[in-house]
């Protein structure tokens, strides 16, 4: 399901793509290798593999590593082909599994296995994080690792000689030659490392009660929290191509490669190579579709509300990848869920008290304010879309109300802030 890459610290693709989640084939069994998000592998020898089923095999390695029957709704087994070869089974977070449960867990390998994946999927800049964010979650993987911080301690030297260990690697290069030359003093550390190293400094006043140590567990979970503000985390990501917006004189376009992450929540497009986002948008916000034309690559169509020099206007982009399909059947899924999950009873609370129907309603919590030029926040000036509204015979740049959608796939009108468009006979560039 999922064709990125492996993350940092992991083998590349070239060396993944001669995995195999079958190691040895007898008459009668087989000896199924099935990798953790951290590439730690778990072997499990299994009778009459054909006959075997997806929940046996999850349950085999549930026993292995001695989870709680939570695990059964938190992880789940992926195929997994970097280079489209031969698939391995990894175990890892189900994309179905809501936030909101994870915060419920106690048990600290159940955490520690999704700390391992989520540090995973930051330290490879699949989750894009702003550097401030970067250094707050770098700050609990120094905790982790090297444990409580001590001033006495050469904290520094420890992090220059491991920092992609702790921040992305796109961060680490940028300071190289400052960390290089720095090497020879041997007693100050570069900006990114003093960053760093300050909030090592804080996880401790944070984490300690009375000089005692707090489990690991504590930080598995805190980092886990922070992942949370990331509109990305817990998502299915695919690889994709958008078209580049027309460029200079000669009006050159191009495309640039995309992971397009899907959740219960809604979809984001994020640039691969600059490590930002570049449009996130919750189902309410859109319609969609996929069409395959013959001699043409699949196509994921998303439908939004925009504006093209102030005026607004409806806009479709277009995602190219052989996952079209796949993306779009897990978006119909993923609403479908949202759609059939009724709210948050009182078990659900984080108090866990029976709710009281006379007393009055909890006040409502604002988002956190994305800071100005995030790298989670959208960047719509960089794709190049189809603007349009439609008049019943060409395109023009009033809005008028809208009846119905270019694409009939998208939530029910009354849950949804988009506005749907009158389909049109003729489309052209905006």
């Known amino acids: 399901m999922d064709g ?46 054909p006959s075997l089923s997806a929940h046996e095999l999850h349950r085999a390695v549930r026993e292995v590593l001695q989870l709680p029957d939570i695990a059964l709704d938190v992880f789940a087994l992926w195929l997994v082909s970097p280079l489209l070869d031969e698939p391995f089974l990894q175990f890892r977070r189900n994309v179905f599994f809501p936030k909101r449960r994870e915060l419920q867990i106690h048990d600290e390998e159940v955490l520690r296995l999704l700390y391992e994946e989520a540090k995973g999927n930051v330290l490879a800049a699949r989750y894009p994080c702003d550097v401030e964010d970067c250094e707050a979650l770098g700050a609990l993987v120094c905790r982790v690792q090297l444990g409580p911080y001590q001033p006495g301690r050469p904290a520094a030297c420890d992090l220059r000689e491991k920092l992609d260990s702790f921040l992305p690697a796109h961060l680490c290069k940028r300071g190289q030659s400052l960390f290089a030359a720095l090497r020879g003093r041997g007693a100050r550390a570069g900006p990114g490392e003093q960053g760093l190293l300050n909030a090592y400094r804080q996880v401790q006043e944070v984490s300690s009660d009375g000089g005692c140590e707090a489990a690991l567990g504590t930080h598995y979970r805190a980092y886990l929290l922070k992942c949370h503000e990331l509109p990305f985390y817990g998502c299915a990501f695919f690889h994709g191509e958008v078209d580049k917006p027309a460029q200079g004189f000669l009006h050159r376009g191009g495309r640039k490669p995309v992971s397009v992450a899907i959740s219960l929540e809604g979809v984001h497009v994020i640039d691969s190579r600059e490590k930002h986002v570049l449009l996130g948008l919750r189902f309410q916000e859109l319609s969609w579709d996929h069409t395959s034309p013959e001699e043409e690559e699949p196509i994921l169509w998303l439908e939004f509300d925009g504006d093209s020099e102030g ?70 000036q960089h794709l190049s879309t189809i603007d349009y509204v439609e008049d019943g015979k060409g395109i023009r740049r009033v809005k008028p109300k809208r009846t119905t959608s270019f694409f009939s796939r998208q939530l029910s009108l009354g849950q949804g802030s988009y506005t749907v468009v009158q389909p049109g006979d003729s489309l052209e560039q905006g």
């Open 4 to 49: 990125t890459e492996g993350s940092a610290g992991q083998p590349g693709p070239a060396e993944r793509s001669h995995r195999s989640s079958v190691s040895s084939v007898g008459a009668r069994a087989a000896d199924v290798l099935v990798y953790l998000a951290d590439d730690t592998v778990v072997p499990l020898a299994v009778e009459n593999l």
């Open 311 to 380: 005026t607004p206007v409806n806009k479709l982009l277009k995602i190219y990848s052989k996952q079209a399909e796949l993306m779009s059947s897990l978006i119909e899924y993923c609403i479908e869920l949202s759609q059939a999950a009724e709210p948050a009873g009182p078990q659900d609370s984080a108090t866990g008290s029976p709710s009281d129907p006379s007393s009055s309603p909890a006040p409502v919590q604002r988002p956190k304010l994305r800071r100005q030029g995030s790298v989670v926040s959208s960047r719509i």
